[in-house]
């Protein structure tokens, strides 16, 4: 049902879903409008919410959290620095919603080659919402050299190791870029090597 395009482990594997046409549809009408903060990171109401995991059959087996299903508006131009998600946060399930180009690019590091930048783990203060963080802060933008790059296309989705440093970088576009981020609950304990076993096993 779900089948894999890309193996790119442990930092990426990029795979079919049968429903990704349908999701982007259904999610249109929630982004259609003009974003105007460089990155916007947005929650999606309870209907469309819904409406999402009734798309994903494996939503409930991947621990998949309802709560925690949020657009990446990303404007043209932006860059955003290495960082690892959550607290402890092994995995993710990217969805493109409004790709337009190719000239985004997702990048992985390993903690070696970051390991002489600034560092802050911690709570953070994001818009008045408290979230933990993980990133590198001071961030001199291409100083290191990424270990695995990728391009997010239409229709791919991708397992996402949230676990390992990644930043993304729409410096070189003239066009936004949406996607929709499924993340696991906090509770839960699946790996990436799980989930991608419950996807593809
Ligand atoms: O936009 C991307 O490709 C990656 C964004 C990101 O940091 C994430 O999905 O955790
Ligand atoms: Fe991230």
Redesign the pocket.
Known sequence: MYTIIEDNSPYYIKFNMPTVVEIANVCKDACSRVFKRPFVSEQLDNDLMSQVIDLIPKFGLLELSPLRMNF?V?KPGLY?PP?K?GQNMQF?I?IPIEISDEL???NWYTDQSLAHCEYYDGPDDFMGMKRYVREIRNYQVDSVKATVSTV?KPNEC?L?N?NQF???D?RLSPNR?I?L?L?PQPSSFISFEQAAQILFG
């Open positions: 990446f990303s955003s960082h998600d993710g990217n985004c690019t997702t997010m991708v996402f949230v990644h930043d993304w729409n870029r996607i981020t993340r």
